[in-house]
């Protein structure tokens, strides 16, 4: 009798381990005058990676960085496995919101969470959450994201496409009337890997000056968003 009772705990207990857990992840953007373009979020195998500090950007990294396309980001981790949502805030997250990206049961191979968005305005500059072990205890996890910089763009600060290699800040709606016209650039030269971001400089000028970027309202300093991960 005692032997069909253990057997059956342990059959018990080995059934309650395959239990799916499942994950919900709020994004919030935490600047007074930043926008977030379409946001990428990623359940993914340990083996793959948004980048490595200290090392050169990916391609796929670098026009996102530049220019906000997730698409190829989002083919790496699908290619690897990965389950992703891509753009839950339907455009661009606008400063003091937040968005909801449903991951459900994300698969036992993914087990690390990855956000990236690019940050306008910026020349390239991002924020991003990257490679962190997603927690399989019941409960709610809070998360500061740090702005990071490609690295592949020179910060000057002024107008441009947002072309990967193309000199310049894209400028899309609704920023057209909220950055200046007319800088003649900030001068400095890309770093050439991906490191934490040192802000933006900005000026008062928003005709002319030096840099594009209104600095009463779109400086910032990190961390640029939190990220509150609930675990079911």
């Given amino acids: 009798m005692k032997k069909k009772l253990f057997a059956g705990l342990i059959a018990f207990t080995l059934a309650s381990s395959t239990f799916a857990v499942e994950y919900s992840v709020k994004i919030e953007n935490l600047t007074h005058g930043t926008y977030f373009t379409p946001l990428l979020v990623s359940a993914h195998p340990a083996a ?57 049961d994300p698969g036992v191979a993914n087990t690390r969470l990855s956000i990236a968005a690019m940050l306008l305005p910026t020349n390239d500059g991002f924020v991003a959450l990257n490679n962190l072990t997603l927690p399989t205890q019941p409960g709610t996890y809070t998360y500061l994201l740090n702005a990071y910089d ?52 900005g000026d008062h000028n928003l005709g002319g000056g030096t840099s594009d970027i209104n600095a009463s309202s779109q400086r910032w ?12």
């Fill in 48 to 104: 793959a990676t948004l980048f490595t500090s200290g090392m050169p950007a990916s391609a796929n990294l670098q026009t996102m960085a530049e220019g906000g396309d997730i698409s190829g980001l989002d083919a790496d981790f699908v290619a690897a496995g990965a389950k992703n949502i891509v753009n839950p805030a339907a455009g661009l997250l606008m400063p003091g919101k937040y968005t909801m990206a449903d991951l459900g």
């Fill in 150 to 201: 490609a690295g592949t763009e020179a910060n000057d600060e002024i107008r441009g496409s947002g072309a990967k290699g193309m000199a310049g800040m894209p400028v899309p709606p609704p920023l057209e009337a909220l950055v200046g016209k007319g800088g003649t650039g900030v001068a400095t030269t890309a770093e050439g890997f991906v490191h934490i971001h040192r802000g933006v400089l």
């Fill in 221 to 232: 300093l990190n961390p640029v968003a939190r990220v509150t991960l609930t675990v079911k």
